[in-house]
Each structure stands twice: as C-alpha cells, then as structure tokens.
C-alpha cells in the first residue's frame, strides 16, 4: 500500500483529521463514525456547528451504513448511484441512527457521495469505513483545490495533506434532494450547483432550485449568500460598461478567456483568465478557485469578475462567482 494511504489511514484510526484530495476539492477527512474527531474537523475548520458535513463512502453498496434509503425513492437512489458513482454528485437521505448526531448538525438527514479520487478511495477502502470530509478551507473562504492552497488555509492546524495534484473537476460535488411524486418522475431538489449539471440530471426526473434559507440554521451554509470568497472585495459585472473605476484603486480582472470587453475596458493591474484564449467552461470550472486564489494574493483593492455563459457547468460556475461577490 502506498506510504500516504497508510499514513492517512494510521491518523484517521487515532481520531485525527487529515486533508486528502478528491475529484472536486480537497477535503479534510475525518473517521464520520468518531464524534470527536468530527470535532476536531469544525474546530479545524472554524466551521460553526450548524453547518453538516458530506459524508463519504467507498464503495457504493456501503450506502446502507450511513443512509436508510425508504422504499419510495430506492429505484432513483439506485438509478443515480449507478450513473453518478463513484463522481461529484451529493445525495441528501435519511440518515442511519449509528452516525454521530455532530456529522450532520443534528439534522434527522445526510448529506453521501462517493468520491472517484484514486487516493480518496484508497484510504476509505482501507480504512473500511466511512470519512466525513466538508472543504478543507476555512468556513466561508474559497475551496483549495491543491495541496499548496490546503496548507495556505489549514496549515499548522492539521497533521498531514496528502498531495494527490490538482482536482480533476475543481468544483464542489452538486447537491440533490429526492421527493417522489404520484405517477410521475421524481423531482430532485438542486441544494448546490456542482459538476453533475440539471442537464446530466433530468432524464432520471425534474430538476428545481431548492429553497434557500437563510438565517441560524440553513438547509446548506455553503448555500448562504457570502462563501466561497476571497479576502479581497470581487464585483461581478452583467456588462463591461458597468464597470466605474475609483481613481487611485487597484484593479484585477477575473476574466473568462483573458481577452475581449472586459480585458480592453481597463487598465487592469493583473488579468487571470479561467480557460486562456479557448473559452471552455470545463477548463474554467478547474481554474476558477485558483485564479480566485491568485487575484486575491496580488494586491490588487478589488477584484471584478467577468460573467460565464450559464449552461452547463456554467450554472455552477455562476454560482460560486455570485457567492464570492454577496455582501459580507
Ligand atoms: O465536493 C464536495 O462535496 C466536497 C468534497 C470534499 O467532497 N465537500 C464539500 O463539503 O464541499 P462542504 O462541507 O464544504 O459542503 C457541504 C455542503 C454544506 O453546504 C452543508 O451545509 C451541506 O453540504 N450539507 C451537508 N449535510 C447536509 C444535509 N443533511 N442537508 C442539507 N445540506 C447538507
Ligand atoms: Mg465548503
């Protein structure tokens, strides 16, 4: 067995948190079964209690362990664990009486997926049981989506990061709820856009924008206004013309391709495209934290974001820019 797979599992089983990478982003992974090391993942984290964590499994058979799947929504459940796992779509379910009350917030529900990563499998299949593992970033900041920006976030609180290279999709996992319906197809709750896109999800039912709550208690704080944002104040313009510069401030530009309107409207201290000269979202979609990231270590007094396209991965791409933007 690989030396980090061991040495990540040794930790686990001691109750300890450990950052492994998976297909989407990083995620600080603790044993989902110990209530204490849940603990040490909020504290980590500065994540407030109120906020689940997603739990992950292995193997997709091992669903029963965390998750009591009624009767009325096993076919779709098995439907799209058959078509989406092991992937980046996050399923809301019952859950199991055994799982610590602290992982899901005392919610009566659970947030599974199964994550495809090489090296996240291996350490959940080696350590035979369940990992709770929300982004390893601070709450509200941006996600890491490499092991250097891991350490930028949680270096110094956590034992190891084990550096599996950039995520393949650079994305968090979509978020979906079930609620079946009399003679027709289930209608899936879209709680988190994410790489599994509406368009991926409607031929197994109907896909709608869960309600957003707000206030103590969300039905998902990664869904609250402000997350996923830089230190940095970022804008998100509609239109190149909208944007007013403030004399003496200094600007960086967000920008999709790295030329056109938005490049030519300024003259911009820093520009970071998402998918350079080419325009393709998947490409934008593993940039986005990173260029995020960058922007806001350069200096610059405001970040302005230049609008994707929103279809497809777009959606979600969108969002995070929207939640970066939110009043704080
Ligand atoms: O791609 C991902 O999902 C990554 C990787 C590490 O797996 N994880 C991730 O976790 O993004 P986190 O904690 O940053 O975001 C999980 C979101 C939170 O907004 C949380 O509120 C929501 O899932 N969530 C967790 N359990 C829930 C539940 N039972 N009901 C509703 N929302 C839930
Ligand atoms: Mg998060």
Not at 43 to 61: G, M, Q, T, Y
Not at 235 to 243: S, T
């Amino acid at each position: 067995m690989n030396e980090a797979v061991e040495a990540a599992c040794a930790l686990l089983r001691a109750g300890e948190v450990v950052a492994l990478p998976t297909e989407t982003v990083y995620g600080l992974a603790a044993d989902a079964l110990n209530p204490e090391a849940a603990a040490k993942v909020f504290a980590a984290k500065e994540r407030p209690s109120f906020d689940p964590l997603i739990v992950h499994i292995a193997r997709r058979r091992e669903l029963s362990s965390v998750a009591c799947v009624p009767a009325e929504i096993s076919g779709t459940v098995e439907k799209l664990a058959a078509a989406f796992w092991p992937g980046p779509l996050t399923l809301i379910l019952p859950k199991q009486p055994e799982l610590p009350d602290i992982v899901t917030s005392g919610l009566p529900t659970v947030a599974v997926r199964c994550s495809a990563h090489p090296v996240f499998r291996a350490v959940g299949k080696e350590l035979g049981g369940p990992i709770a593992a929300p982004s390893a970033n601070r709450f509200g900041r941006i996600s890491p989506t490499s092991a250097a920006a891991v350490i930028k976030e949680l270096g110094g609180r956590i034992p190891l990061v084990v550096d599996g290279g950039a995520c393949p999709e650079g994305l968090e996992s979509t978020i979906v709820s079930i609620e079946t319906r009399e003679g027709k197809k289930p209608l899936f709750h879209l709680h988190r856009a994410g790489p599994v896109t509406k368009e991926m999800l409607q031929p197994f039912g109907k896909v709608v924008k869960a309600k957003e709550k707000t206030g103590d208690a969300p039905h998902a704080p990664g869904q609250l206004p402000s997350h996923y944002a830089p230190v940095t104040p970022l804008v998100l313009l509609e239109n190149p013309d909208d944007f007013k510069p403030e004399p003496g401030k200094r600007y960086g530009l967000l920008s999709y391709r790295g030329e056109g309107p938005y490049v030519e409207r300024h003259e911009w201290e820093v520009v970071e495209a998402l998918s350079p000269g080419s325009g393709k979202l998947a490409e934008a979609a593993i940039r986005l934290f990173h260029v995020m990231r960058v922007l806001d270590e350069s200096g610059v007094d405001c970040i302005v974001a230049e609008p994707v396209s929103e279809t497809g991965l777009g959606v979600a791409i969108m969002d995070r820019l929207r939640r970066a933007a939110a009043e704080r």
